[in-house]
């Protein structure tokens, strides 16, 4: 057998295991805070648009709601 096989079956799997264990839970951590930060952006975006509907009345034009729209969310 070679060298590196004797390394990887004489007890360098362990650490290569803990190794790529802990790169899957640092990704798997990124991962989690980008969804959550995806999601605290769309629930402010609903905040939003439920604020300016709700004060907006019907007949305005779209132009104006986008505006207001644009003014709220800076």
């Known amino acids: 057998m070679s060298i590196i ?3 990887i079956l004489g007890g360098l799997w ?3 295991l803990a190794v790529l ?3 899957g839970l640092y990704f798997k951590g990124r991962s989690d805070a980008k969804a959550k930060a995806d999601l605290r952006d769309l629930k402010s975006n609903a905040k939003t648009i439920e604020e300016v ?3 907006t009345p019907n007949d305005d034009p779209a132009d ?3 505006r207001r729209m644009r ?3 800076k």
């Open 64 to 66: 104006d709601i986008r």
């Open 53 to 55: 509907l709700r004060e």
């Open 21 to 23: 264990g802990a790169l």
């Open 71 to 73: 003014e709220r969310s």
């Open 5 to 7: 096989w004797n390394l």
């Open 14 to 16: 362990k650490p290569l």
